[in-house]
């Protein structure tokens, strides 16, 4: 394609603008001195110090990093194995499992919530970590499928069939000529999961119980409450936290 | 050893088991706990409703029928307009972006890594940067303040521009991925072909690359559209108590007002909705391709 004309170049120039700007602007404004304006007064570092002594957020990143966790290494072996199954063999009922993959991601969150909410309280399971958990796996299965599938697609299935051929049984093939090549996607996949979970708010506010609160939704009341520049403060370490994963991400899945 | 052997030639015999096998833990989690769960918010939208949450039993449409109250039909409608606009402005602001990206040699994997970047940020996170630009002492009203422009500041947040602009930042990634996909592919010949012809700029936009885009700009809509449709936290953060979407009215009749069948009964206004767009989707990207006026 011909590069991109100068007025194109600037309008995308504003959208990429818009994109970032509101964040860049509230990472910056987590230095500043002053409690209530947003004029400049000075460059400090007492949010983050005021981030410390706030037990709330510590239970709630302990429980974010535990759920993310669990949810994400249960989510990537599970949603592997399909994944697995979809690229490389032919079976019936293939279509309505790709639909049961598919349906979760297009599925408003506020209904997948609600809807386990519902289910959680008429089964009895009392509400807390573990309903977390279990609700953040059933989302994460269906992103590690299509990140694990879309890395599967590049890899030549005749490299498995010729171990076949050379003598290796199915593990033997699987574990040394399939899966090395599949582990970047595996990881990206991993990651991914884990920062979905470690976002989420909608879906994890609904079906969790009293006393247990995952960092976003610690942060959610301090937004509500509106408290100073430590939300900005925070905002900025879980930009940062977040940002690296997926920095790492990406690089492994376009890792040859 | 033997065992292995044992197990392989058993899933030699009967491959299909070995396929179950696989797909069991993945498979059954997602029945147990995406379906099984949609079926059970089916049946409560029909049944009565409890005294204190949950549903006791008993059939009725009755809060089908109160639905359809021009209370909650606002609500609805609002949130379909709404959801309508950002898909439109989404795809203003993310077709040039698109483009520049597909037509750029040297910065592709940055400029992609930009638009990917916040869309795996936190949602609340970007959602509280434009509180932090929008309010009364926000970033905004402090420059225009500072400039002389007002004298005192405008209302931004609370407003339906300030709900408008959080769907837009925070889908806007949703739609510039696929469009990019569908332009990454065209093949810049057929748009020297247009300009040999004598096709103007604009008119070898409209008549072959926006054709040739379609798959993506469908596929881009839908994406802004769903989610939009769903919103909780935008509105939730950005619009206050007037201006409530329809993913409010389902969380509050869940949380606060303890009318669940209620509840389910307004999300599957909401699934209908979703679902007519889907299929509206589904249309017109089958439609002959090659038929351009």
Redesign the interface.
């Known amino acids: 394609m011909k590069p991109a004309p100068k007025w194109l170049l600037a309008i995308a120039g504003i959208v990429y603008l818009l994109l970032h700007l509101p964040v860049l602007v509230l990472v910056l404004f987590s230095f500043n001195a002053s409690r209530y304006s947003v004029s400049w007064s000075g460059f400090t570092f007492d949010w983050y110090r005021a981030l410390a002594a706030r037990g709330d957020l510590w239970r709630g990143l302990r429980a974010s990093l535990t759920v993310g966790l669990v949810s994400t290494l249960v989510a990537t072996c599970s949603g592997t194995l399909i994944a697995l199954v979809l690229a490389r063999r032919r079976f019936t009922g293939r279509r309505v499992l790709e639909g049961l993959v598919f349906l979760p991601l297009v599925t408003p969150e506020i209904l997948v919530g609600i809807s386990l909410l519902v289910l959680f309280v008429l089964a009895g399971l009392p509400l807390g970590l573990g309903t977390i958990t279990i609700a953040h796996i059933a989302f994460n299965i269906s992103f590690v499928v299509v990140v694990v599938r879309a890395r599967l697609d590049g890899i030549d299935p005749h490299l498995e069939e010729a171990a076949l051929i050379l003598g290796a049984d199915e593990i033997t093939a699987f574990r040394t000529v399939t899966l090395p090549a599949l582990w970047p996607g595996i990881i990206a996949g991993a990651l991914l999961a884990f920062t979905m979970s470690f976002d989420d708010y909608v879906i994890t506010s609904l079906v969790s119980g009293a006393g247990s609160s995952t960092l976003p939704m610690v942060v959610y009341g301090m937004v509500r409450r509106n408290v100073e520049p430590t939300v900005n403060a925070i905002s900025t370490i879980i930009l940062l936290g977040t940002s690296l994963l997926i920095y790492g991400a990406d690089r492994l899945a376009r890792a040859r | 050893m033997t065992l292995?052997?044992r197990i392989?030639a058993a899933?030699a015999r009967r491959?299909?088991l070995g396929?179950a096998t696989?797909?069991a833990?993945?498979?059954l989690?997602?029945?147990l706990?995406?379906?099984?769960?949609?079926l059970?918010?089916l049946g409560?939208s029909v049944m009565q409703r409890g005294t204190y949450?949950?549903v006791e039993p008993g059939f009725t449409l009755e809060h089908y029928r109160r639905f359809l109250d021009p209370l909650y039909l606002q609500v609805l409608w609002r949130t379909i307009v709404w959801a309508a606009l950002a898909t439109v402005a989404c795809l203003l602001?993310?077709f040039?972006?698109a483009?520049?990206i597909?037509?750029?040699r040297r910065h592709r994997?940055l400029l992609l890594?930009?638009?990917?970047?916040?869309f795996?940020?936190?949602?609340?996170?970007?959602?509280?940067?434009?509180?932090?630009?929008l309010r009364d002492?926000?970033?905004i009203n402090?420059a225009l303040l500072?400039l002389g422009v007002i004298r005192e500041p405008i209302a931004l947040l609370y407003t339906p521009f300030a709900v408008l602009s959080g769907l837009v930042?925070g889908f806007?990634?949703f739609m510039v991925l696929p469009i990019y996909a569908s332009?990454e592919k065209?093949d810049?010949a057929l748009?020297?072909a247009a300009e040999v012809l004598g096709a103007r700029?604009l008119e070898r936009l409209a008549r072959v690359a926006i054709p040739l885009a379609r798959p993506g700009i469908i596929a881009g809509s839908?994406l802004v559209f769903?989610?939009a449709?769903?919103?909780?936290?935008t509105s939730d953060?950005l619009g206050g108590a007037k201006q409530v979407m329809i993913?409010n009215l389902?969380?509050n009749q869940?949380t606060t007002a303890r009318n669940?069948p209620f509840?389910?009964a307004a999300?599957f206004g909401?699934?209908a909705v979703?679902l007519v767009a889907?299929m509206v989707s589904l249309r017109l990207r089958d439609r002959d391709p090659g038929r351009v006026r």
């Open positions: 292995r052997r392989l899933l491959p299909a396929t696989l797909l833990p993945g498979g989690w997602l029945v706990f995406f379906v099984v769960p949609m059970l918010m409560a949450g949950g602001l993310g040039p972006v483009w520049v597909a037509a750029s994997s890594f930009l638009v990917v970047l916040p795996w940020t936190s949602f609340l996170v970007r959602t509280f940067a434009m509180i932090f630009l002492t926000g970033v402090s500072a930042y806007l990634p332009l065209l810049p748009l020297e700029p839908l769903v989610p449709m769903g919103s909780f936290l953060l993913g389902v969380q869940f669940w509840g389910a999300s909401v699934m979703v889907v």
